[in-house]
Nanobody
Framework: QVELVESGGDSVQAGGSLRLSCSVS????????MAWFRQVPGKEREGVAA???????????YYSDSTKGRFSIGEDNDKNMLTLHMNRLKVEDTAMYYC??????????????????????WGQGTQVTVSS
């Protein structure tokens, strides 16, 4: 049973930074395409970033057009954890952020514009609120 638990959501001012974490149990993060999604009430869920191991201790990150250059996704294999460093936050980044996992590696490369329907494993979400 794969379980994902997010943490780190908070309220910050525009221009600030936050670090989200996702603890994974039941399997190893390196066995999955790991991703972050976000959703605002009344809007479709959208892919934020995804990470795929390409070699031992080597990973490749994929980003949506709206987060590229500001967000950085990472993995901590020792802690079996996924992270998301969010910098230069904007009001429009306000959303519930979800950690997701899928065994299909190709899903990572299509994170931009993805809604996550093909991801079978999800966390409960952590709220990020950015104020002006």
């Amino acid at each position: 049973q794969v379980e994902l638990v997010e943490s780190g959501g908070d309220s910050v001012q525009a221009g600030g930074s936050l670090r989200l974490s996702c603890s994974v149990s039941g399997d190893t993060v390196s066995n999955f395409c790991m991703a972050w999604f976000r959703q605002v009430p009344g809007k479709e869920r959208e892919g934020v970033a995804a990470i795929l191991p390409s070699a031992p201790d080597t990973f490749y990150g994929y980003y949506s057009d709206s987060t590229k250059g500001r967000f950085s996704i990472g993995e901590d294999n020792d802690k079996n954890m996924l992270t998301l460093h969010m910098n230069r936050l904007k009001v429009e980044d306000t959303a519930m952020y979800y950690c997701a996992a899928a065994r299909s590696r190709s899903l990572c490369t299509r994170i931009n514009g993805a809604s996550g329907t093909d991801f079978p494993y999800w966390g409960q979400g952590t709220q990020v609120t950015v104020s002006s």
